[in-house]
């Protein structure tokens, strides 16, 4: 989106699809998730939101929240958290194999391939949750060509719409 009008209306529905400006084509039934996570200290809950970009072209938009104790605690990470792992269960809910996952929280990376420790019990079941899915449910997904999680941030009209999907789910 170039305008923050446009990012609003494309999440009111008034718009079909993103502009997939750096997106290739996809033809390997790869999935490509953009996730971002929010905070809202007043009402005390995190959020995700997921953009989910299909081989076929489709564009599915999906959020959520929380407030577990424990998870309000780390703020906005534990909604960048909820929403990775959201969106690999999704994948393997529709039977996709492959799914490059984009972010802009470094953590979202180096847990889930122990490039740092999981200190806490919430990274702690993060990583072992990403662990777990990479290499039983989504195997193809983990190898270096095409990695399970690679590092990218958003495009700016990505990242808006996802601003504003994390925060719609608060």
């Not at 953009?51 to 960048?80: F, H, K, Q, W």
Request: with cysteine; net charge negative.
């Amino acid at each position: 989106f170039e305008t923050e009008e446009e990012a609003k209306n494309y999440l009111e529905n008034r718009i079909q699809e993103i502009k997939k400006v750096d997106i290739e084509e996809n033809t390997t039934n790869q999935l490509v998730v953009y996730v971002d996570g929010s905070f809202d200290e007043k009402i005390g809950k995190y959020a995700f939101g997921c953009i989910i970009l299909t081989p076929r072209g489709e564009t599915i938009r999906e959020s959520g929240n929380g407030n577990e104790p424990d998870s309000l605690a780390i703020r906005n990470v534990a909604g960048e958290m909820l929403g990775a792992m959201y969106a690999v269960q999704w994948a393997i809910k529709n039977g996709y194999h492959n799914l490059e996952l984009r972010y802009d929280y470094e953590g979202i990376e180096k847990w889930a391939q122990g490039e740092w420790k999981a200190k806490n019990t919430l990274t702690q079941k993060y990583a072992n949750f990403m662990k777990s899915k990479s290499s039983s449910e989504i195997p193809s997904t983990v190898n270096q060509k095409s990695p399970l999680l690679t590092l990218g941030i958003p495009l700016p009209s990505v990242k808006a719409a996802l601003a504003n999907l994390s925060a719609s789910s608060l």
